[in-house]
């Protein structure tokens, strides 16, 4: 008798499709208050009070700071830069990038949480959103209920002032490159162009959607900042910390349970720091890239902490390798030491290399904008005659000298020449040129025939302020024919 075998059958794979795109639950921010609460809206008053005042500053007759494209000058107070001074531009972000790294590699991304317009603008929109329609659990009522104008009507309200005040950002914005005062009366009077038009709405719509509606979606994706800046972290970087000894277990309870007999941690597991973080991260997970540095859980756990009377600092700024020496004992000695363990940390070789080299440029864009001369000048070659044969036989080249004026006087300046015997100029040698303006003036220089040899000789120019005490030489050639 045989036994008769059975072929298994083929297992056919079922396809699972997994979307890329996970959608995106909207976040709620609770309210706290606290110490870094206290010093995101000091920052908030500072930086706007900063922004939205300096365009109606003014500097004698003219805006304060105006980057003016259109005439190619930028005003910053008694300074007026000028195309030629693109250096200065390039320092300043030089500047600015190393003083970014800096502050990173001490205290992470608290530019991020204090400084950034992103997280500026979003905390005042997410406060008028507070103050409209209510608190974080009223919010998250109203969104669930069906769109009516019954029921959403403070969305109207909140949504009209977001826009009011989206426009107004975009107005001060462009009054750093158009004066403020011009588009103030033309947006009374009606008389806006279409591009001033343009650009007021194009900033007022850019701040309306990424502080309206992106928020933590433009620090999540958006922001090249959040993906690189994980390289210039190490483990002695100032960050928000979680102190997972102290923390775990972690469990609900009432303030009369004793944690320490019960054998739990004095993480009560509440969590009012996932709830206040404006990206909604929950940051006894550990360190994230998306945290960035705002404080508020620290806020928000330390004020848990003082109602189950527990000692604060569950959730504290802390290098990863200084995380929990302030708890290890609760004695004001131990408390001292961790201190200075944590500020040795940071003040590391690292650090002081960067701050040394950030010092000397900050030092040396200083110096080099006392000793910038008050005007500049260009010397360029009459393409059109290279040289030429006077009535008195002497030979004539002609030049045209680009003057600029970089102070707020008109300034009268005379020109000389050296570097020839005989060397002379047969037009005239003093120019006034305007207040912060340029000039172009023709220089005809002549000298005797047969005074030196055919061929190309270098001569200087040499251009002197008459009322400033002050000259710049330029180089440039003479061209005697055969």
């Not at 004793?258 to 054998?263: L, M, R, S, T, V």
Request: aromatic share 12%; with cysteine; hydrophobic share 40%.
């Amino acid at each position: 008798m045989t036994v008769s075998q059975k072929t298994p059958k083929k297992v056919i794979p079922i396809a699972v499709h997994t979307s890329m795109f996970a959608a995106q639950n909207k976040i709620y921010p609770r309210a706290t208050s606290g110490y870094f609460t206290n010093w995101r809206w000091i920052m908030v008053w500072i930086t706007q009070l900063i922004f939205y005042g300096t365009p109606w500053l003014e500097f004698g007759q003219r805006q304060a700071v105006l980057l003016d494209i259109d005439t190619h000058k930028f005003y910053i107070f008694g300074l007026i830069l000028y195309p030629q001074d693109l250096i200065y531009l390039a320092v300043i972000l030089i500047i600015s990038a190393l003083a970014l790294f800096l502050f990173t590699t001490v205290a992470g991304r608290l530019w991020c949480g204090f400084s950034c317009p992103q997280s500026v603008y979003t905390k005042i929109f997410l406060w008028i959103e507070y103050r409209v329609e209510g608190d974080r659990a009223t919010r998250i009522k109203l969104d669930s209920k069906k769109v009516t104008v019954k029921t959403h009507y403070k969305k109207w309200i909140k949504h009209a002032i977001w826009i009011s005040f989206s426009i107004w950002t975009g107005f001060t914005f462009l009054g750093y490159f158009t004066p403020i005062r011009h588009l103030f009366d033309g947006i009374f009077n009606f008389s806006l162009g279409p591009w001033e038009t343009f650009w007021i709405s194009f900033y007022g719509l850019a701040t309306y959607g990424n502080a309206g509606f992106l928020r933590e979606q433009v620090c999540l994706h958006m922001c090249p900042y959040a993906r690189f800046q994980g390289v210039m972290f190490d483990k002695d970087t100032l960050i928000v910390t979680y102190d997972e000894k102290r923390g775990e277990p972690r469990s609900g309870r009432s303030r009369n349970v004793d944690a320490k007999e019960q054998g739990l941690g004095d993480c009560i597991d509440c969590s009012f720091c996932v709830q206040v973080c404006p990206v909604g991260i929950d940051i006894r997970d550990g360190l994230q890239y998306e945290c960035i540095s705002c404080g508020l859980c620290i806020d928000a756990c330390d004020s848990v902490m003082d109602k189950m009377d527990y000692p604060r600092g569950l959730i504290k700024f802390s290098t990863l390798n200084s995380a929990g020496l302030s708890e290890v004992t609760l004695n004001d000695k131990h408390e001292t030491s961790a201190t200075h363990e944590v500020a040795h940390k940071i003040l590391r070789p690292r650090v002081l290399i960067y701050g040394g080299i950030l010092l000397l440029l900050c030092v040396g864009f200083v110096v080099s904008l006392s000793l910038r001369s008050s005007f500049m000048v260009d010397v360029i070659r009459d393409r059109g005659v290279m040289s030429r044969i006077t009535s008195d036989g002497s030979i004539e080249n002609v030049y045209r000298l680009q003057i600029t004026n970089a102070t707020e006087d008109t300034q009268t300046y005379r020109v000389s020449v050296a570097g020839l015997d005989g060397l002379s100029i047969s037009s005239s040698s003093v120019f006034m040129v305007n207040p912060a303006s340029e000039r172009m003036v023709p220089i005809s220089i002549q000298i005797p025939d047969g005074s030196v040899s055919s061929g190309s000789h270098k001569i200087k120019f040499q251009i002197e302020a008459l009322g400033l005490d002050e000259q710049i030489s330029e180089k440039s050639t003479f061209l005697m024919p055969r």
